[in-house]
């Protein structure tokens, strides 16, 4: 029987923003939490997360059965660090991600857990931490497309019920942020953050792996690629049959892309 578009879980790209967004109510994280409560109606089998911070030298997945919660920051209140995201893992699914990804190695990780680019949209996406999560690292030494084509080994488990995340920011610059109230978007960050917009509403998905040819613009938005990419394994799991809509949108602090971006139906 074929998998019909309803049926298919949907892949959702998270500009998480500062970790303060686990214990605040915004128009972001309600935009998180309404598609958490249309997915959870859909009942997901798991969860897939490509989290900016766990930036690595080949590829890795969680593969304990009960993963820690990563505080995996510093600076911030106690409550931060006091919050837990108890889900399970799921060791099955991390062998599976495995052999989708051969001949890839993929190491099968013991000792790392959900960090905060994870937990801190789950937290609001699914609070009661009753869908299995695990993580799957980002190979620090590949260039972009490598990362969208995992995307699209990955697109399979979307036909059986997993949820696949990527955790990140379109814009992240901590070094040019401004930290005052309702702080201006500098146009270099607007610029970039709406040329890829609209290039996922365009289905323009080679112009997003293709990030860097935008010039200036894309130095100061991305310095560093690792709150990019997880945008590219969302992107990459995009089936032919499927658009991609934007959930909310936003600069905060002058750097820090907000955009949620939606493949497939939630």
Request: hydrophobic share 45%; aromatic share 8%.
């Amino acid at each position: 029987m074929n998998t019909t578009v309803s049926s298919r879980m949907p892949a959702i790209f998270f500009g998480h923003g500062s970790p303060m967004n686990a214990l605040q109510d915004n128009r972001y994280t309600a935009a998180w939490e309404q598609l958490g409560a249309s997915l959870a109606a859909r009942q997901p089998k798991a969860i897939l997360s490509v989290s900016a911070h766990w930036y690595t030298r080949g590829t890795a997945v969680t593969a304990m059965a009960m993963p820690q919660t990563i505080h995996d920051f510093g600076g911030f209140p106690q409550a931060l660090f006091d919050m837990q995201y108890p889900a399970a893992g799921d060791p099955q699914l991390a062998a599976q991600v495995r052999d989708l990804l051969a001949p890839l190695p993929v190491h099968m990780d013991h000792g790392w857990g959900l960090d905060h680019g994870t937990w801190s949209v789950l937290v609001k996406a699914f609070p009661k931490a009753d869908v299995p999560v695990i993580q799957l690292s980002i190979d620090a030494t590949q260039p972009a497309q490598f990362h969208f084509d995992l995307g699209r080994k990955l697109a399979a488990l979307r036909e059986q019920g997993v949820l696949l995340i990527g955790s990140g920011d379109v814009v992240h610059n901590l070094r040019l942020m401004n930290r005052g109230p309702h702080a201006p978007a500098p146009d270099w960050a607007t610029r970039f953050n709406d040329r890829i917009r609209d290039s996922l509403l365009n289905g323009d998905l080679q112009q997003v792996i293709d990030y860097a040819d935008l010039g200036q613009d894309a130095q100061l938005a991305v310095p560093t690629p690792e709150h990019f990419l997880p945008l590219l394994y969302v992107i990459g799991s995009k089936q032919a049959n499927e658009s991609i809509s934007v959930a909310v949108d936003g600069i905060d602090a002058g750097s820090i892309s907000m955009l949620t971006a939606v493949v497939g139906s939630a």
